[in-house]
């Protein structure tokens, strides 16, 4: 029987069978880059226990899994499928892509300034592919991360986004990935790029969701380019279904003085895996990197950050918190890593975990390396329970002991929702979340 590492033969099938319909099968230079990436996943092989990175996070179900290529499987979905995704009453510009494949039709972009662009990559394959080449998988890492090999190999559409310089977006991006999960398990491979040129900004929501409760793998990769002096907000959401498998990666290139700020939001998925690093290759580079999870049943959930100091004056701050109950796990690693040229480098840290039932079970390790003298670096991480003097207290004060608990639970999240400005997705989180601790408060009071 082969081990979980040569369970790459299915995909390579595949790939032989799609490479030629693939957006953009007719450039050289894609069609070899492909190649080159298929390759590399294949020496690589999926991830077993004994890889570091993935020694808490098992793929074996993921790998043995056998999964069809959207590609050639998309459904239609209608405008009202679609409709309780979208933020309401909120202005945005919006793509929607359904099982990997670009949906013009739910789709929204009108008014741009000159010279940006918001469009999904097949489309620039065929318009201006000489802009994406030497930038597309130019940061993001094939050569190491498997699902990234895998991704690169396979991408054929996704959103590519283009600032020109001193350019705001007013607007919000809205990119939607809807998977229906009405045929067998599918897999999707979204790709997006996103180039910010100096002293441009941009929000982009990247949000990830299930049509179905249905199994399929969602493998996605988003890589973003921030100029001098430009910034960008990246809230990522993740609302796929309970059986579904997600794997995500955003790798962020910042230049001198540009600033990234994301939120990451997982509540859905059976499996999920984000991994979120950037490199701060300019002086007085800035990211801010926040995290909320939310987990119960037997869901996985596992974030991996890194951040590289490669310039003096660079500075980062890191916040995640979860919520685990059931039998849930969370994973959380964050590194940091100050090169010995980023003197008075700033950099901090902390990962916050709430447990609400005794099965639930965290891993969390921030990680400091430092190779610079004259830097300020800090680190932390907590794993807690309610606190049975405070749910004494809100009962003495009249207040029955589901809700109690329902309270300080929300809580000890709040502190990460309150810092999304963007009204309906903080809206979105807060109800879900409330909807999730009230039916699991009365499971264990009741």
């Known amino acids: 029987m082969k081990g979980i590492s040569e369970a ?19 450039l050289p230079w894609l069609r070899e880059l492909r190649q080159q990436a298929l390759a590399r996943f294949i020496s690589l092989g999926f991830p077993g226990p ?6 808490y996070t098992r793929v074996r179900t993921l790998a043995e899994t056998a999964f069809t290529s959207a590609v050639s499987s998309s459904i239609a979905v209608s405008l009202e499928q679609c409709q309780r995704y979208f933020l309401a009453e909120t202005p945005c510009f919006r793509l929607v892509f359904v099982d990997g494949g670009f949906a013009p039709g739910l789709s929204e972009v009108a008014d741009l300034p000159a010279g940006a662009v918001v469009g999904n990559l097949a489309s620039c394959f065929k ?10 998988a130019s940061y993001a890492d094939y050569q190491n991360q498997p699902f990234t090999a895998l991704n690169t190999a396979f991408m054929a559409d996704g959103a590519y986004l283009y600032l020109p310089p001193r350019t705001v977006l007013t ?3 809205h990119l939607i990935f809807l998977t229906t999960g009405r045929s067998k398990a599918v897999v999707t491979h979204p790709r997006n790029l996103i180039v910010l040129e100096p002293e441009s900004e941009l929000t982009v929501i990247e949000h990830h969701a299930g049509l179905n409760d249905a199994v399929y793998f969602t493998n996605t990769v988003t890589e973003i380019v921030v100029g001098k002096g430009a910034s960008v907000e990246h809230i990522k959401l993740q609302e796929e279904s309970a059986k579904s498998f997600h794997i995500a990666t955003v790798q962020v290139q910042q230049e001198q003085d540009a600033q990234f700020l994301s939120r990451n939001l997982a509540l859905g998925g059976r499996l999920a895996r984000n991994d979120i690093n950037s490199v701060l290759a300019g002086e007085g580079a800035g990211c801010i990197l926040e995290g909320l999870y939310a987990l119960d049943g037997v869901r996985h959930v596992d974030n991996h950050t890194r951040v590289d100091h490669q310039q003096p004056h660079t500075t980062s701050q890191e916040f995640y918190k979860g919520i685990l109950e059931g039998k849930s ?12 040229h980023a003197q008075k480098a700033d950099a901090c840290q902390a990962n916050r975990n709430l447990l609400l039932s005794e099965g639930a079970e965290v891993d969390t390790k921030p990680e400091l390396e430092i190779y610079a003298d004259d830097v300020k670096c800090a680190h932390g991480a907590t794993v807690g329970q309610l606190d049975k003097d405070q749910i004494f207290y809100l009962r ?3 207040m029955k002991e589901d809700a109690a608990r329902q ?9 990460i929702a309150r810092r999304i400005k963007l009204r309906p997705i903080r809206t979105r989180i807060e109800h879900r979340l409330s909807a999730q601790f009230s039916e699991q408060q009365r499971k264990e009071v009741g």
């Open 329 to 340: 796990r969370a994973v959380f690693n964050g590194k940091v890593i100050v090169h010995p």
């Open 407 to 415: 309270l300080l639970t929300y809580a000890f999240v709040e502190e």
């Open 50 to 55: 004994k890889h570091e990175d993935w020694k």
């Open 8 to 26: 790459w033969q299915p995909y390579v099938d595949s790939y032989a069978r799609l490479e030629p319909d693939l957006a953009g099968s007719n």
């Open 171 to 173: 607007k919000p991006v």
């Open 396 to 398: 003495s004060r009249g």
């Open 127 to 136: 318009q201006q592919a000489e802009s994406l080449r030497g930038v597309l």
